[in-house]
């Protein structure tokens, strides 16, 4: 008898057991062996033509580029609602800045404004001590909350589908998408991980933004997520005492943002948007198709197409890059061209040691191809998704260079034609190069920089990834 229990039972349970795993491996992990391919007719209405605009375009934007920034233009963004506040984020983790924010969401809507959110179904992170939240949104009148595919243990193949979109619109007049989510790693410095990344502030100059104005896009792109079938409300609500710890929160929370606009006065500070802004001549969003199982590489297929077209400079900023075999076939000879310069974590910067696995076999393979790559050393890490095209294009969103972005999760991305929006972006990364060693071509070590010296990595975080980057090249597809 094991563990007291009759030995045919036990042997039942174990064979159960065995059967749910390849279960899960076979619809859960194989299925997705075979990417899928960008249709022609997608292709075909989809020319990189259409991200150039000639003379001034309707939006303006401006670049949120640190982690105060990032809370502050949240907050004020969502004291501006009057009318309607959409939000959609991947991951809202413990913390204070995330009640903060939380806290602003209600306030909006004790205002009047009709709110309506969509977090992802595994990561929304309104969990444990964060699960009254849920109750305390429900039973407000002016919210709605759904979950974007929420876990379902007997159907493995929606666990890769994953929303891993990061933005708001304001009135349908003002948004902000990039690639932060929330939480104090992204809003403070001083967090026990902090992370570095990058959004983007946009508005129409228009009273009532056209269909050519990036804001007016994102708010439809909103409308198919909120109403797509894999969206569910978070039916937390089951009887009085949820009710009763929902208006609990509901009272914690206004407290808690009470406190905070008499403790932290300069994070409620109104923001001069028009005085920041810089004019563009066309602003684009891209996205993946919200489908489940593989999806099309909508994404990664427009932003292959501007590196095809693109014969001058590329840059590269991105927390690691995997580029599998499907993701290369859409480049013009198959790899990466020699004139993109990459920035991207080093060992000891990266907090994902899966993904820092499935980087480092491809490291040597894109140095002697001739790619240009600096390694950011610490102790913070990178988190942003940006990349430059010559000296008119950018793009800033949640797009990691990996196969999981390009063919598992929804992804957005703002493709900005403004050469002074470029440059000034491109004058924030200094910070980012000043902390960075380049990787020798000749024996793929660091080149020596006078006072920048290499992350320390432990033992163990070494020992791990060369454990694991053994195995990651049979699901680099999943990475």
């Not at 994953?162 to 708001?168: A, E, L, N, S």
Request: aromatic share 10%; glycine share 6%.
């Amino acid at each position: 008898m094991s563990l007291f229990l009759p030995k045919g039972l036990w042997r039942g349970i174990r064979t159960a057991l065995v059967v749910f795993v390849c279960y899960v491996m076979l619809l859960g992990v194989l299925i997705f062996r075979s990417p899928s391919k960008v249709s022609d007719s997608y292709q075909k209405s989809h020319r990189p033509q259409r991200f150039y605009g000639d003379g001034d375009g309707e939006d303006r934007v401006c670049l949120v580029d640190t982690p105060s920034e990032g809370l502050r233009a949240r907050l004020d963004l969502i004291r501006r609602a009057q009318k309607t506040l959409v939000v959609a984020y991947h991951a809202i983790l413990p913390g204070e800045t995330s009640k903060l924010f939380l806290a602003a969401i209600l306030d909006a809507a004790d205002r009047g404004v009709h709110v309506r959110m969509v977090l992802d179904g595994f990561f929304h992170g309104l969990k444990g001590d964060m699960e009254d939240v849920i109750h305390a949104f429900e039973i407000h009148s002016n919210i709605e909350l759904r979950l974007y595919e929420p876990f379902q243990l007997l159907r493995p193949w929606v666990f890769n589908n994953r929303m891993h979109d990061k933005f708001m619109v304001v009135d349908d007049e003002l948004a902000i998408l990039g690639g932060r989510n929330i939480g104090n790693r992204f809003f403070r410095t001083t967090a026990n991980i902090p992370t570095q990344d990058r959004d983007v502030v946009v508005y129409s100059i228009l009273e009532h933004p056209s269909s050519n104005s990036a804001v007016r896009q994102i708010a439809d792109y909103f409308e198919e997520l909120f109403n797509c079938p894999y969206c569910a409300p978070a039916q937390k609500i089951a009887g009085r005492i949820s009710r009763l710890r929902g208006k609990a929160m509901q009272e914690q929370l206004r407290a808690f943002l009470e406190d905070g606009r008499r403790r932290q006065a300069d994070l409620f500070q109104p923001i001069p948007w028009a005085d920041i802004s810089y004019s563009t001549r066309n602003v684009t969003l891209i996205h993946n198709p919200i489908a489940r199982m593989s999806k099309e590489p909508w994404c990664w297929w427009e932003l292959a197409q501007l590196i095809n077209g693109t014969s001058e400079g590329i840059f590269i900023q991105s927390p690691y890059i995997i580029p599998t075999r499907s993701m290369l076939s859409y480049l013009k000879q198959k790899r990466l061209p020699s004139q993109v310069t990459l920035l991207t974590n080093s060992m000891a910067a990266t907090p994902n040691i899966p993904a820092y696995s499935g980087y480092i076999r491809h490291r040597r393979r894109l140095v002697k191809g001739g790619m240009t790559i600096f390694e950011y050393q610490g102790p913070d890490s990178i988190h942003a998704k940006t990349l430059i095209f010559g000296k008119r294009l950018t793009a800033v969103g949640s797009f990691n260079m990996e196969s999981r972005s390009s063919y598992l999760s929804t992804e957005t991305m703002l493709v900005i034609d403004s050469e002074p929006f470029t440059e000034h972006l491109t004058s924030k990364l200094t910070p980012y190069f000043d902390r960075s060693l380049e990787i020798n071509r000749r024996d793929y070590t660091y080149i020596h920089r006078p006072g920048i010296l290499a992350g320390k990595v432990s033992w163990l975080k070494r020992a791990l990834i060369r454990v694991v980057s053994t195995v990651a090249p049979l699901f680099d597809y999943m990475l």
